[in-house]
């Protein structure tokens, strides 16, 4: 058990909705990331949070929005959903913000699915 | 922007061999993390390596950060099945952004 916690595990919506991922990390833990991962692919990193700040953004959707609440935990807000934003949603949690050398810690994941 | 060579993409192996997967990058990283990936669940950190040469093992994984500080090797002994999974390195590069391979996806010959 990683720490970091997902809800909900799984989400079926229907295209144009709107859903929130929300994300628990690791106790201690300032920093939350969100990733994305297609069908067999690799990870794709959305956002970065630390202590309640944007820190990084990778590629994230204009539709796809996040924040850090202060009690650390974050909340991804995908928005006019399309079929292809089927995927699965992982938050990590580390230590660190810059110079973060800090090994990241991935919860399980919210596998949505838009129909 | 910045990206790790991961290889191989896949491999099938046989029960009890021994396996080895890299990655290698353009430019210098600061760390080298080893992660695996079961289906429908999230990546788990198997070594985390932070200076060059440092060689660690983790039960049959052992993993080294090269010493050029461009590269990493994660090598699994005598394989087993539940090895089955896909295998992602990552590293902190000089502006300590965390860069992610593609993976290697491990697969046993049935």
């Known amino acids: 058990d990683s720490g970091v916690t997902q809800t909900p595990k799984h989400l079926i919506t229907a295209t144009g909705q709107r859903v929130t991922l929300r994300c628990s990390p690791r106790s201690g833990d300032l920093s939350v990331y969100w990733y994305q991962q297609s069908l067999d692919q690799g990870l794709q990193f959305l956002i970065q949070?630390?202590?309640?700040?944007?820190?990084a953004k990778g590629n994230i959707l204009e539709r796809f929005s996040a924040q850090q609440f202060p009690d650390l935990h974050s909340e991804l807000n995908l928005s006019s959903l399309e079929l292809g934003d089927s995927a699965l949603y992982f938050c990590?949690?580390?230590?660190?913000?810059?110079?973060?050398?800090?090994?990241?810690?991935f919860g399980n994941g919210t596998r949505l699915t838009v129909t | 922007g910045q990206q790790l060579n991961q290889s191989p993409q896949s491999m099938f192996i046989q029960e009890g061999e021994d396996v080895s997967m890299n990655c290698t990058s353009s430019s210098i990283f600061n760390t080298w993390l080893w992660y695996k990936q079961d289906p429908g669940e999230g990546p788990v950190l198997l070594i985390a390596l932070y200076k060059a040469g440092e060689l660690t093992s983790n039960g049959r994984l052992t993993a080294q950060f090269g010493i050029t500080r461009k590269d990493s090797f994660l090598n699994i002994s005598a394989s087993i099945p539940s090895d089955v999974g896909i295998y992602f390195c990552?590293?902190?590069?000089?502006?300590?952004?965390?860069?992610w391979g593609a993976g290697t996806k491990l697969i046993i010959k049935p």
């Open positions: 990590a949690s580390s230590a660190f913000r810059d110079r973060g050398i800090s090994p990241l810690h």
């Open positions: 990552a590293g902190h590069d000089s502006n300590y952004q965390l860069i």
């Open positions: 949070y630390y202590n309640g700040e944007e820190r």
